[in-house]
Structures are given as structure tokens and as C-alpha cells.
């Protein structure tokens, strides 16, 4: 029989060993728990961080459900461009590969935020599966916080495929963050999900022409009315915009 003392004592020691096997739990959490984050990315003002803190279970991109506009499909696109040209809809967040015969395939997109938008033609240069990420110097001063490389996977900002444009940083590229297209997002590449992006890899080839639309440019080629005190001048299916004498 026990003393009152020994009693008190095991008693004791029974609470602290129930406190120990309580704060384990509590710090380990359930096995299907996803993995304990110490050094989260913090976004700095006007700076989104990436997607790199959660990586998918499965694929996100198969099971999240875009806008009617914005999933793949077959579409009427009268364009002078030969076909398996890539046509990139900036302001309306689409991405054409074009078929020919007034025909193309359009992809929903995420472009460039406000102050990373850009026009152009330039051609890919390289295609990569899963690849690895390694955010520019650009990047990296703005987000110090970023990694310096990530390989590729399932968490990876970089998605499924990368198509690489010409000697730029931009990429064409699938995202782990589906929700974000048809929104303006990125620092200037352009990301389609992980499901689209590995449809369009398989189309195209190194060598093939990519055209960047401006913002400026919409999709009915139509031109904006001119501000006051410029005037708009057509050029060769083109527009420039220039003030207007005083």
C-alpha cells in the first residue's frame, strides 16, 4: 500500500509524463498532417510570395474548376500568323495556339501584374518537365526572402512545364496555384495550369514563335478611344498614341 507521500509523488510524475505525450501530440500533429512550416514566407507590401509553402497532394490544377471562358478550347481566331504560332492575350488573360483556318486552341492564363506587363515577339529556346526554380536577382531583390533554388515537383511556382522565351527571365509555365489564372499576378511570366501547360508542351517545339500582346491591344483589335489631347494614329494594324497640338 502506498505512503500519501509516494502517492503525491507518483502522481507527480504522472502528470508530467501526461503533459510531455500532450505537447508531442500537439506538435506533431496528425500523420496526414501536412508538414510543419517554421520559416514561412512573409510577403512584403505589394510583393505576393509564391506558392511554395503547400504543395499538392495531387494535382491541383485537374480538379480545379475554372470559368467557362477560361478553359481550354477550340475557338474561331482569324490571324495572319502561321499555325503552331502562340499568340498571348495579355489583357484578356488568354493564351491562342494557333491551328489555322480561323481556328486556334485558347488557354485560360495569368499575366503580369500592373508594372510587370510586356509586348513582344520572341521565340522558345528551351522546354523543360518539372522544372527546377531559380528566382532571377530581379526577383530576389525585390523578395529577399525567396529561395535561391527549388527543385522541381508538385510545390514548385514553376507547375508541370516550363517553355522558356528566347535570352528574357519570362517564361510560359504551370502553377501550383491554379486559382490564379485569368488574373494579373505573376512578375511578368505567363502560367497556365499544370493540366493546359502540359497540352500546350506537347504541341509546340523549340523554335516556336511567341507573340506578347500590350495591354493596350484587345482582342477585338479594335483601338481605345484617345485620351485628351492625344490623337490616335493607325499604323500598319498598329496604334500609337501622340499628343495632340495645343
Same mark, same amino acid.
Request: proline fraction near 11%; charged fraction near 15%.
Given at each position: 500500500?502506498? +505512503?500519501?507521500?509516494?502517492? #503525491?509523488?507518483?502522481? #507527480? ?9 500532450? /505537447? ?28 511554395? &509553402? ?5 494535382? *491541383? +490544377? ?8 477560361? %478553359?481550354? &478550347? ?9 499555325? !503552331?504560332?502562340?499568340? @498571348? ?12 483556318? /480561323? ?16 509586348? /513582344?515577339? *520572341?521565340?522558345?529556346?528551351? %522546354? ?14 525585390? &523578395?529577399?526572402?525567396?529561395?535561391? &533554388?527549388?527543385? !522541381? ?27 490564379? @489564372? ?12 499544370? *493540366? ?12 516556336? %514563335? ?16 484617345? %485620351?485628351?489631347? *492625344? ?5 500598319? +494594324? ?9
Amino acid at each position: 500500500m502506498l +505512503s500519501i507521500g509516494a502517492f #503525491r509523488l507518483n502522481c #507527480r510524475h504522472a502528470g508530467i509524463f501526461g503533459a510531455l505525450v500532450i /505537447g508531442v501530440a500537439m506538435f506533431s500533429g496528425p500523420a496526414s498532417a501536412a508538414p510543419l512550416q517554421l520559416f514561412p514566407f512573409i510577403s512584403l507590401p505589394g510583393e505576393p510570395a509564391p506558392s511554395v &509553402q503547400a504543395p499538392p497532394s495531387e494535382d *491541383q +490544377s485537374a480538379t480545379a474548376e475554372l470559368p467557362a471562358r477560361l %478553359k481550354r &478550347q477550340i475557338v474561331s481566331y482569324p490571324t495572319h500568323e502561321a499555325p !503552331g504560332t502562340i499568340i @498571348i492575350d495579355t489583357p484578356n488573360t488568354y493564351l491562342y495556339y494557333v491551328l489555322g483556318n /480561323g481556328q486556334a486552341i485558347r488557354y485560360g492564363i495569368g499575366v503580369g501584374r500592373d508594372g510587370f506587363t510586356w509586348s /513582344g515577339t *520572341q521565340s522558345i529556346t528551351r %522546354k523543360a518537365e518539372w522544372p527546377d526554380w531559380v528566382p532571377p536577382p530581379e526577383m530576389i531583390h525585390r &523578395q529577399p526572402y525567396l529561395p535561391r &533554388q527549388m527543385a !522541381g515537383g508538385p510545390g514548385n511556382p514553376l507547375g508541370a512545364r516550363a517553355l522558356y522565351l528566347g535570352g528574357t527571365i519570362y517564361r510560359i509555365h504551370g502553377t501550383n496555384a491554379p486559382q490564379t @489564372i485569368g488574373t494579373h499576378v505573376s512578375s511578368g511570366c505567363i502560367r497556365l495550369t499544370n *493540366q493546359d501547360v502540359t497540352d500546350l508542351y506537347s504541341r509546340v517545339s523549340v523554335g516556336t %514563335k511567341v507573340i506578347v500582346l500590350p495591354m493596350e491591344r484587345r482582342a477585338d483589335n479594335s483601338p481605345k478611344p484617345a %485620351k485628351r489631347g *492625344q490623337t490616335v494614329v493607325r499604323i500598319a +494594324s498598329s496604334q500609337v498614341r501622340i499628343p495632340s497640338p495645343q
